[in-house]
């Protein structure tokens, strides 16, 4: 669903209805507990739609209800607010303590889970429903929050050569990355016809050129024309070429401080020639749920012996040229994943904590909405409540100044919530 520059999915609608029946519902609970408690009667409760989300109010006998002291009557107009104070600290403690309460059935924070692939995603032939996110360039990934700051982190470097190589139509991968690449497998390349320009590789495959591990800096402008002749230049299978050993100072630090140069006599150290504006990613997963996973490891439990995990669709490796902002939001992560069979089961956590989330948010604004001097809600009785503590001279300066300050206080909500809003669809 899209409108007014914002697009938002009727799953996010669902969540927001949701959370908006459970804050709703704490806010009126409240006020009924605490009218209750002072003997007053509850004359009818109503339910109805506002736009699109549900709401409700709970109404009292006004008689009675003058009847209390004001501190009792105060009580009864803030309980709903408090009560979404309530919501709020239960839903931040129950997405804090989440983790520990699925632990028994979900493993969390070890690998992210891929949970929805939409067709339009790049990463859509590679993976699926159920696979987990190994790495990204070599570096271990977690959580959904440290994919999406990695590929931010990478977009970044990126965004850094491309300045410094300016309009050059071919560059090195950024830092250069490499691959230890066996001489037998380049002479083979040499077969390879280029394009008619005789500068680049066909479609399915990609060029690559040598690089020093004496020397791991920038090429400079002249190294980059010469490494589009056909001598310099190797066209590989990408797939083929990230299960080779790595090599050169281009991928991401880890702990562990390997030397750059780790390829044999009869191996050469090649990256990848790119488009500048493009980012050359590689990208390591596993299928745990997978039919064929599930096969290897019963045989493994069993002691037969089967291919190593590479061989089978227990995971794999792929490369993704093209912009990695839009890659890493094209796809559904969770931080969970189920220690037993992929299913239904799956999606449970993540619906838990969208909802708590949204009921948080949803029971935080309802309490503060209720709390503004606002005509029609909870802060118009309360601000009358309060202005009875105030010793004013006459009652018609009390209405007064009851008017003027919610007259004042709808004034300044409705400027401020226009801010927002636009600023949103901005």
Request: charge should be negative.
């Amino acid at each position: 669903m899209q409108g007014f520059g914002l697009s938002i999915s009727l799953t996010d609608v669902g969540y927001i209805c949701v959370a908006t029946i459970i804050s709703v519902s704490a806010h009126e609970f409240g006020h009924a507990l605490a009218a209750a408690s002072e003997g007053i009667q509850i004359e009818y409760i109503a339910v109805f739609l506002a736009v699109l989300f549900p709401g409700a109010l709970v109404a009292f006998n006004y008689e009675l209800l003058q009847a209390l002291s004001s501190f009792a009557t105060l009580r009864i107009y803030c309980a709903g607010i408090w009560h979404n104070a309530a919501c709020c600290a239960v839903c931040g403690l129950a997405l804090i303590f989440l983790p520990l309460i699925l632990y028994p059935f979900y493993i969390h924070s070890e690998n992210p889970m891929v949970i929805n692939v939409p067709s339009t995603s790049p990463l859509s032939s590679f993976l699926s429903p159920g696979d987990l996110i190994m790495s990204l360039d070599g570096m271990h990934i977690r959580n959904p929050q440290e994919w999406m700051e990695m590929a931010a982190h990478i977009h970044e470097q990126t965004l850094k050569e491309l300045n410094l190589y300016g309009d050059f139509h071919f560059r090195t991968d950024n830092g250069q990355k490499g691959y230890c690449v066996a001489s037998s497998l380049m002479e083979a390349s040499k077969d390879i016809h280029l394009t008619e320009d005789h500068s680049t590789c066909p479609t399915h495959l990609n060029a690559f050129v040598t690089i020093s591990c004496s020397n791991s800096s920038m090429l400079d402008d002249s190294s980059i024309d010469n490494y589009k002749s056909r001598d310099d230049m190797h066209c590989l299978i990408p797939k083929d070429i990230v299960k080779l050993k790595k090599c050169g100072n281009g991928w991401v630090k880890t702990k562990s401080n390997r030397s750059s140069c780790l390829c044999s006599e009869d191996e050469t150290c090649l990256t990848p020639v790119q488009v500048p504006g493009l980012t050359w990613v590689e990208i390591t997963y596993s299928s745990p749920y997978s039919l064929d996973c599930w096969q290897f490891g019963r045989d493994s439990i069993a002691g037969v012996k089967s291919p190593n995990i590479e061989e089978t669709s227990c995971g794999g490796a792929f490369v993704f040229i093209g912009d990695v902002i839009a890659m890493a939001h094209s796809v559904r992560l969770t931080a969970y994943r189920p220690r037993w069979s992929f299913s239904f089961g799956a999606y449970l956590p993540n619906v838990l904590e969208k909802i708590l989330l949204c009921s948080f948010h949803v029971s935080l604004a309802l309490g503060l909405l209720n709390s503004l001097p606002v005509y029609f809600l909870d802060g118009e009785s309360i601000l009358e409540v309060t202005l009875c503590y105030l010793r004013l001279p006459t009652s018609r300066m009390k209405g007064r100044v009851l008017q003027l300050c919610l007259l004042g206080g709808t004034l300044i909500s409705i400027l401020t919530f226009l801010r927002n809003f636009l600023l949103a669809v901005s």
